[in-house]
Each structure stands twice: as structure tokens, then as C-alpha cells.
């Protein structure tokens, strides 16, 4: 059955706090550390450093004539596709800076920070600079908040209509994370023009904002509120959302440490020792997070790694459609760097966990212990078991992997988590999600 994902957990997460009153070969070369639970995330290693990223479907079998027309008919579908159902992505009209485009959840018909940011890695993943440069336009125009009086100053609404009318204002910060790092490739692939695509100056202002920025109190369109920075600085985490009443809480599919190493690279000098840190973080939370047996994550999150039942969503503690994502992280992760070997048994575990609950029947949503919730079988989940095999090393991987050759691009009312998800896992598994670097060489 086709999973809802509906317009809920953030949405409400707003709500009560307005009744409270706030508001996806290469060397490997680890490195020894006194610091943290794990491995040195310092280290430089893996594909980002040496650009040789791995080809799971031609390891899987299939030519890379296939595996290149395979991506660009799944982006021509999402991006170009019917727009009644098959598209996510919508031009609309021109401003003073160019063309303006947003992509759609259209189950929820609604505009999110999460779709805006992950339409935007696409196109720079594929060299498509004109979608690009129309969703940056539009995410500029209708989400991000420039008031320095907004409890969200420097960051984006998260959920927006098709108009730009705000349903939330408040962020969720993946799609801050991505938003940066898209730009920064950006910047390393296309160059930067002037204004609003002068890529790499937004890039370090919104980084900068999700580290430094202070708290704000003010009105929204949900009641008054108290937001504060994205990252938790004692932490050194990403938290669930800024604002104050609920911010000392994350959310794994949120923790990006490639994306760090990235910015520890790119970023403002001052802060690159930070983000080092937190993606070091990153890896021990996982390592903490998911569940001994099955490999399985919470939705949601406390700081030192348990699950997250909040009283709207007492939901959130079990493996939901948000967790999906975290093994995409992880195992982008070690394919990138390769700085934490525990990501290793992390997909093993994962992908054992799935297999054994049979390939063709797993379901989308358990407990964290492997209790089946329902959802079915999507294509969501089918995609980031795939990416998991970025970090596997067990035969069965490939079998993950050929699940997803074998899924067709998503249609219909569900397609744009399912169509998201699905066309970077494309990408990641068909070795043309890359980090672009300014010289075309890696810091």
C-alpha cells in the first residue's frame, strides 16, 4: 500500500509549542583518536579525496550505457515528466532574478525545504544549472526568512504553499544541510555569478547562521515563539528543530556527517574545526542510535542516542519514514571518507535485518526491534536499502541493489518522497553523486 507521509509531525511539532508558549576502491588509512567513541574523522580518504566512486550497478551487472539512461529517464520523468502524474518539479513564471521553479509534494500539496534542497543536489549532480538555479530562486523568494525580528532569521520554511504562503515557517534543518552543500558544489562546479548566484557567499552565510545565531523571539504564523541556532554547539549535533522547547532533541536522518567534511573543507575557516567535531559526532550517535540486531533508527532522537517519543507523535521512537534515510548517510559516509569502519556492520546489519524479512515482503515501517508496523513495500525504502550497499560488504548487497534497478521511476500521488529518494539513490548507487571541490580537487 502507498504510504501517506502526511503533513503531521513538524506541523504539530509547531503547535504545541505555540500552546506552550515558545513556540545516500578507495584508501581506506584510519587514524587513532582520543576523542569520541570512534575512529579519527579527520582523516582524508575514500571517494571525495579520490574522486573514484564505486559503481554499485555495474558491480551488480548492468552497462553504463544502461545505467546513464536509466538516471536521465528518471530525472526527465520527476523533473519534465506529466506534470498531472509523473512530475515533482513545477517552472513558475520569472522574477527580476530569473526563472522561478519549486518542487511539490503533491500527496500533501505542499512545498518543503527537504524537496526544494534534495531538487537542487540533483541538478547539480546532473548539470543542470538552470533547475537549479529556478529552485534557488523560488526558495529564496517565498522561504527564506531575512527579518532579523523572525524567530527563523537566516534559515527557510520548511513547508510553504505552491503560492509561497507559509503553512510553517519555522526550518527543519536537513534541508538547511543540503542547501548549503548543493550550493557549495555549485560554486565548485559552475562558478559563482553575482547576487543571488553568487553560490558559495550564501553558502557560508547560512552555514554560518545554523552554527552562531543567537535566539529570537518573535511572531509566527503559529503563535509567538523562541528559535535558536540548528546545530547544538555543547552537542556538536544537529537538533530535531530550533525552536527552544523542543531543541534539545535530533533526528538521525539529519545527521550528514559527509556534508560535514565537506563544509570542514569549504566552510568559514574559524568553524572548520567544529564541523570536523560533529561529523565525528555524527558517526558515534549512529553507532549508538541503531538498534544492536536490526539496525533500525528512531525518526526521532535524544542527544545520547535513545529514541524520541514526542507527545504529538508517539510514533516517532519507531523506524518511520523519516529514519529511511539514515542508512543513506552512513553509508554515503564511509564511501566518501571512510573513517568509521562501524558503518560497515551498520548496513550489514541493516541489510540482514530486510533480507531476512523477505525481499519482495518487507514492510516500510517497525518497531526498532523489528516488530512490523505496516506501510508496505515502497519504493522509498527499497532505494536507501540500496544506497546501505555503499558501505555493506556482504554478497547480499547486491541484491538491494538490483531491487532498485528493478523499481520504476515513482508516479502517482506518492511520488515525490518515493521520486526524491529514489532519484538520489540513482545517482549514489550509480556512482554520479560526487563532491564537486573548487579546482576540481579536494581541499
Given amino acids: 500500500m502507498p ?5 503531521c509531525s513538524r506541523f504539530a511539532t509547531l503547535l504545541i509549542t505555540a500552546v506552550l508558549g515558545g513556540c ?18 579527520t582523516v582524508v580518504g575514500g571517494a571525495a579525496a579520490t574522486g573514484d566512486y564505486p559503481d554499485l550497478f555495474a558491480e551488480a551487472g548492468y552497462a553504463r550505457p544502461q545505467i546513464d539512461a536509466k538516471i536521465e529517464a528518471a530525472f526527465a520523468q520527476l523533473f519534465h515528466g506529466d506534470p498531472g502524474h509523473e512530475a ?4 513558475d513564471g520569472t522574477n527580476a532574478d ?13 512545498v518543503r525545504s527537504e524537496g526544494m534542497s534534495y531538487g537542487m543536489m540533483i541538478a547539480v549532480q546532473l548539470d543542470r544549472k538552470r533547475e537549479f538555479d529556478a529552485l534557488w530562486n523560488w526558495a529564496m523568494t517565498h522561504t527564506y526568512h531575512a527579518d532579523p525580528a523572525h524567530p527563523a ?22 534541508g538547511e544541510e543540503y542547501f548549503i552543500t548543493a550550493l557549495y558544489f555549485a560554486s565548485a562546479r559552475w562558478g559563482d555569478g553575482e547576487g543571488l548566484y553568487d553560490y558559495r557567499t550564501h553558502a557560508d552565510r547560512i552555514l554560518r547562521d545554523v552554527l552562531h545565531r543567537g535566539q529570537i523571539t518573535g511572531p509566527t504564523n503559529r503563535g509567538t515563539m523562541t528559535a535558536t541556532s540548528l546545530f547544538d554547539r555543547d552537542a556538536k549535533m544537529v537538533r530535531f528543530t530550533p525552536d527552544v522547547v523542543n531543541a534539545a532533541h535530533t533526528d538521525a536522518s539529519y545527521h550528514l556527517p559527509a556534508f560535514y567534511e ?3 573543507r569549504v566552510g568559514p575557516e574559524a568553524d572548520r574545526g567544529f564541523w570536523r567535531e560533529a561529523a565525528r559526532t555524527s558517526r558515534d550517535y549512529f553507532a549508538r542510535a541503531a538498534h544492536p540486531r536490526t539496525g533500525l533508527t528512531s525518526d526521532y532522537g535524544n542527544f545520547d542516542g535513545t529514541p524520541w517519543a514526542a507527545s504529538w507523535h508517539p510514533g516517532s521512537a519507531d523506524f518511520r519514514y523519516d529514519a529511511w534515510r539514515s542508512a543513506m548517510n552512513w553509508s554515503v559516509d564511509w564511501s566518501w571518507w571512510r573513517a568509521d569502519p562501524r558503518q560497515v556492520d551498520l548496513s550489514n546489519r541493516l541489510q540482514a535485518f530486510f533480507a531476512d524479512q523477505g525481499m519482495d515482503s518487507y514492510q516500510s515501517l517497525y518497531t526498532l526491534d523489528g516488530s512490523p508496523l505496516g506501510g508496505g513495500q515502497t519504493t522509498g525504502l ?3 536499502n540500496a ?5 555493506a560488504d556482504h554478497p547480499r548487497r547486491l541484491d538491494f541493489v538490483r531491487a532498485l534497478w528493478e523499481r520504476p521511476t515513482p508516479t502517482g500521488q506518492h511520488r515525490y518522497y518515493d521520486g526524491m529518494l529514489y532519484m538520489m539513490a540513482l545517482l549514489h548507487a550509480g556512482g554520479r553523486f560526487r563532491a564537486w571541490w573548487p579546482d576540481g580537487a579536494a581541499p
Fill in 98 to 110: 530569473g526563472p522561478l521553479a519549486y518542487i511539490l509534494d503533491v500527496n500533501n500539496d505542499d
Fill in 88 to 91: 515533482v518539479y513545477y517552472e
Fill in 3 to 7: 504510504h501517506p507521509r502526511a503533513l
Fill in 387 to 391: 544506497v546501505a550497499a555503499l558501505a
Fill in 382 to 384: 527499497v532505494a536507501m
Fill in 262 to 264: 565537506v563544509w570542514a
Fill in 153 to 174: 532569521h537566516g534559515y527557510f520554511a520548511w513547508s510553504v504553499k505552491a503560492d509561497g504562503t507559509a503553512i510553517d515557517e519555522m526550518p527543519a534543518p536537513d
Fill in 24 to 41: 545516500s576502491t578507495a584508501p581506506s588509512g584510519l587514524a587513532a583518536s582520543g576523542a569520541g567513541e570512534g575512529p579519527d574523522a
